[in-house]
């Protein structure tokens, strides 16, 4: 089921911009929060990360975010601190297992979406990881507006 209504709201968020092929990912996101430990960063979470290309090559243009508690962090040039990071009128939907096939079908459902209404997309795609190692899920969220006649 979509959510019509969302967004991406937080403070205090460390990111870092990286290019990797897709099998990599799980190990990029673990080297990333290690990287924030090793700053002295208290993660908040949840996780989250934009995939920024259509990754036709396998090569993913991916920016990862993590919420801190702390207020600043002192970073390698590589990663950018973040006092606020929003992103309003989303549309999302939840994926909660196998997620390498339902998130192609997520995708999917969200493009017919925007379609369907006459939306625009105005993001890149956002997953937000969520729940814990009994049942992980996570969001797939884009930011879209009305569609423009030229």
Do not use: W
Request: net charge negative; glycine share 4%; proline share 5%.
């Amino acid at each position: 089921m979509i959510n019509p209504s969302d967004s991406i709201r937080f403070t205090n968020v460390v990111s870092k911009k990286v290019r990797i092929h897709f099998n990599e990912m799980d190990a990029t996101l673990f080297e990333f929060v290690e990287e924030i430990r090793k700053q002295k960063g208290m993660v908040k979470g949840p996780l989250f990360y934009s995939l920024n290309n259509v990754p036709m090559d396998e090569m993913m243009n991916v920016e990862m975010f993590m919420p801190v508690y702390e207020d600043s962090l002192s970073l390698p040039e590589a990663m950018s601190f973040h006092s606020y990071y929003s992103v309003e009128n989303m549309f999302s939907i939840c994926v909660y297992h196998d997620f390498e096939k339902f998130t192609e079908q997520a995708y999917r459902m969200l493009f017919e979406y925007m379609e369907e209404n006459n939306l625009q997309q105005a993001t890149p795609i956002y997953h937000v990881l969520s729940g814990d190692r009994s049942f992980p899920y996570m969001f797939v969220k884009i930011g879209a507006g009305p569609t423009i006649e030229r």
